[in-house]
């Protein structure tokens, strides 16, 4: 069959997405974390989904801003440990293409092309920080928080918290987050620069529309370029230390400091 001359953008139904919710409204796309069982925990089926999403909402013309948000009480709470526990401890090559996904989502949120907004409903921890990082703009349920764990749990955050919290925070406050591993509560996160808006659950959605009003209205193609020159510190840190952090890692989940701690984390789950 031939393969279509430009990339086209598809209806979210013709996705058959399964562990996120994807929809489109006027020139909004909304891509919903919606694995609600798990805190919205990323497993390597939602990291391409998300990757898919995120390129759909690139392709469409008519998209001008897209909004992340979750399911449920949280937002999203990072990697999920149960299926590390199963597929990826012991096992490198699997982690590093589990990272290999992570990566790739990443790269297809920030180089979207147009504004994006986290909507962050519940609790982000980990990788569900890095999530909303990845963004251009965030708001926040102000009874919520952001914690970083990975040093509790086997994990450096390298898939964007180490290279973008001293961007967002200082290299003070960001090594506060990764050493100590404490909660963030989302009006402290606002005072600090690491969210924008920090409010009330009933407030959530006006602020949302707010932003997607005004951002649809600017120039597309002027926006886009001004986003990429946005993203250069982002871009600078990323690239210059995430293939390492993908194989460094990978090998850790070889090691008994890692197995030792996501076992240990899946014990107390039971």
Known sequence: MAEPKQPLPLAPEELGF???????????????????????????????????????SSWDDEIRVVVVTGTGRAFCVGADLRTWGEDLLGNSRAYWKWFGAFKDMHDRLREIGKPTIARVNGIAVGGGNELQMGCDLTVMVEDAFIRHVGLEHGSVPAGGATQWLPIMVGDRRAREIILLCEEIPAPQA??????????????????????????????????????????????????????????????SMLGDEAQGAVRAFLDRQK
């Open 190 to 251: 606002a005072g600090w620069g690491l969210i924008n808006r920090a409010v009330p659950a009933a407030e959530l959605d006006a602020v949302v529309d707010d932003w997607v009003e005004k951002l649809a209205r600017k120039l597309p193609e002027t926006t886009r370029y001004a986003k990429q020159q946005l993203n250069w510190w982002r871009d600078v840190s990323w690239h210059e230390t995430v293939g390492h952090a993908r194989d460094w890692l990978a090998m």
């Open 18 to 56: 399964e562990t996120i919710v994807y929809e489109k409204a006027g020139h909004r796309a909304t891509v919903t974390l919606n694995r609600p069982e798990v805190l919205n925990a990323f497993d390597f089926q939602m990291l391409r989904e998300l990757a898919r999403a995120f390129e759909d």
